[in-house]
């Protein structure tokens, strides 16, 4: 049958060079992360079946092309995600799970039960990141319920800022594994990491990692424990180099730094949108300040960059997002000088706290990409007052807070969503006096995704443009994922943004 046995060691794998051959291994998903760890495998001579439980046009055409590259089989449909399938006749000896898929998946139960060691994206990456005759990128690594992309782009800017050969790569849509392939050689890797994604990860080493927040969401991957969900989250500080960027303001957070295994040396690095104390980064009046990384830090701070490199608005959370890029980059040695420039190079993703029109007094925002509670109250803390269009798959988490703390800038609320009555039941708790709009969220099994999220959009956008006045802001932070309307967030927003530039026309 060919290959290695199945007792040889799997910790003896730890770079592009060694001996992958013939180890048979099964990757679970062909979306963007499965293919990328399906095609790094087969390039790298392991024996590779690839189960997805969709078989639709897109899984097939990317079936298509890992049979050319020497793909062993892939297994399309639901019925293949029960059972372990064989691979030359026998058992699996490493699975490669793509993010999506949740430790309760049969599939990969049946792998533990069976013994089978289980690796995401991140763990395979970390060990073949070293390949003879090029360069070995440092890992930046970051990870956080909200902000975690904004933050990445903002340290990626920093870097380059510096003169640094660097690039984003991760959950923010580039996977690690294409970058290590890529014939650019880089010096730095800034990785946006899932909580999903940081569940399989067990070697890697990053020079400095940060988590900005911890707060509820997808508790639905984790079958309601929000303790399992903290426990991924803090494993991105095991063996840190040397800096662990913790947020002041989540005491989650520095405890997970206090019970973080380490290496000899690292230090506790803070960020906070107040007054800074020794170690920390933070703000003076309108200016970012470091009192981490400077040798006279017991009295004194250095100025990394003001309110106003941010341009015309400097939100409380994108000032917290920025000051945490910095003490990441900030520990290889990026000076203040390249902080400032970054973000002054830096601009706000599209879905993210995203203007899209004004018109009659009226600003109309986009932030698609607030797809929980802690996301939003980003979002409504910004604003005053607010129209707030919201809800959508709220997977399981609790809007009472959110709705309590920002009762107060609501003049009305639209309801989208066909998950929404957890927000629905908030609003009527803590703000029974704000005006709710109910917008029909039809039946998918009568329209098509695509007509579904255009009909629910326009009718949220209509009513939204009925209730506002001069001096409000119509902000969609709807609180909740897309996919019971969408296929994504992005295609949300830019639904939200079509329907807004249809109703008042292009040139607002």
Known sequence: MGGRPVSAPLDELTSWDADWSGLRVLVTGISVTGFSVADTLIELGARVVVVDGKDTEETRERADTLRIVGAADILLGAEHTEELPLIDGQSPELVVTSPGWPPHAPLLSAASAAGIPIWGEVELAWRVRQRRGKKTASWLALTGTNGKTTTTQLAESMLLAAGAAAVAVGNIGTPILDAIRNPTEYEYFVLELSSFQLHYTSSMSPVAAAVLNVAEDHLDWYAGDFDAYVEDKAKIYHNTQIACVYNVEDPVTEQMVMEADVIEGARAIGFTTGMPSISMLGVVEDVLVDR????????????????????????????????????????????????????????????????????????????????????????????????????????????????????????????????????????????????????????????DSTSLGERVMSDAVEAAKTVAHDGDTVLFAPAAASQDQFRSYAERGDEFRAQVERLLGSNT
């Open 292 to 447: 981490a990384y400077i040798p006279e830090r017991q009295t004194s701070a250095a100025e990394i960059a003001t309110f106003a490199d941010f341009g015309p608005r400097a939100p409380r959370h994108l000032v917290a997002n920025a000051l945490a890029a910095a003490a990441l980059v900030r520990a290889i040695g990026v000076s203040p000088a390249a902080v400032q420039l970054g973000i002054q190079n830096f601009r706000t993703g599209a879905h993210r706290i995203e203007t899209v029109a004004e018109k009659d007094g009226v600003v109309w925002v986009n932030d698609s990409k607030a797809t929980n509670p802690h996301a939003a109250s980003a979002s409504l803390a910004a604003f005053d007052p607010v129209v707030w269009i919201a809800g959508g798959l709220s997977k399981g988490v609790d809007y009472n807070e959110l709705v309590s703390e920002h009762a107060k800038r609501l003049t009305a609320v639209v309801l989208i969503g066909a998950d929404s009555e957890e927000l629905a039941g908030a609003l009527g708790r803590h703000a029974p006096d704000v005006p709710v709009i109910r917008i029909d969220p039809g039946h998918t099994g009568q329209e």
